[in-house]
């Protein structure tokens, strides 16, 4: 069964830092980039970052530019995401997701998503 | 980066058809046949419906087709049921080489 799971999530003070996981199973992870996917009751859907198969391209919304990193470790099956210098505003339930679909050296279309981690920034 | 604009919910009888529609910019839907849609029900994880445009993934209903006409994507959903009563979010890659996701649309079924 192809799966994703996350984990990492929690209440942090802000300013304060987290790491989040994204565990990789029934399928080959190495071939496929991922994704980072935020949810806010007031926002949606919101895309957070981007990894590509062997992590050597790397793009970030502007939002969490400079406060977090994407990385990933094929020999693991694992995606991460370390989020330092939190904000209440970064408060969301955090979806990992499977990018699926590549043509012309791109890929689009998460066709596999976790359940997600909620993190929760507050004093 | 400024969330693509959709209608904030949509309402149809069943067997009706809607057409949810994407509004953004030529440096994201109008610049690149790169538009995505996800179905989302509460507590579950997003799905995706349409990628590139109009390309359905597996499994996927034939009742959900995707279009694109410059800077405005559209999602309809023909024959409308029950079960497509959902939030329904569209996608956009970026000349930024980012992705950007719409505002949403509820989609309710009288």
């Known amino acids: 069964e192809v799966r994703l799971v996350e984990s990492g999530g929690g209440l942090v003070q802000p300013g304060g830092s987290l790491r989040l996981s994204c565990a990789a199973s029934g399928f080959s992870f190495n071939n496929y980039w991922m994704n980072w996917v935020r949810q806010t009751p007031g926002e949606g859907l919101v895309w957070v970052s981007r990894i590509n198969s062997d992590g050597s391209s790397i793009t970030y919304a502007d939002s969490v530019k400079g406060r977090f990193t994407i990385s990933r470790d094929n020999a693991k099956n694992t995606l991460y995401l370390q989020m330092n210098s939190l904000r209440a505003e970064d408060s969301a339930l955090y979806y990992c997701?499977?990018?699926?679909?590549?043509?012309?050296?791109?890929?689009?279309?998460?066709?596999?998503w976790g359940q997600g981690t909620t993190v929760t920034v507050s004093s | 980066q400024s969330a693509l604009t959709q209608l904030a919910s949509v309402s149809a009888s069943p067997g009706q058809s809607i057409t949810i529609s994407c509004t953004g910019t030529s440096s994201d839907i109008g610049g690149f046949d790169y538009v995505s849609w996800y179905q989302h029900l509460p507590g579950k994880a997003p799905k995706l419906m349409i990628y590139?445009?109009?390309h359905r993934p597996s499994g996927v209903s034939d009742r959900f087709s995707g279009s694109k006409s410059g800077n405005t994507a559209s999602l309809t959903i023909s024959g409308l049921r029950a079960e497509d009563e959902a939030d329904y979010y569209c996608n956009s890659y970026t000349s930024s080489d980012t992705e950007v996701f719409g505002t949403g649309t509820k989609v309710t079924v009288l």
């Open positions: 590139d445009v109009r």
């Open positions: 997701g499977r990018v699926g679909y590549c043509s012309n050296k791109s890929c689009r279309g998460m066709d596999v």
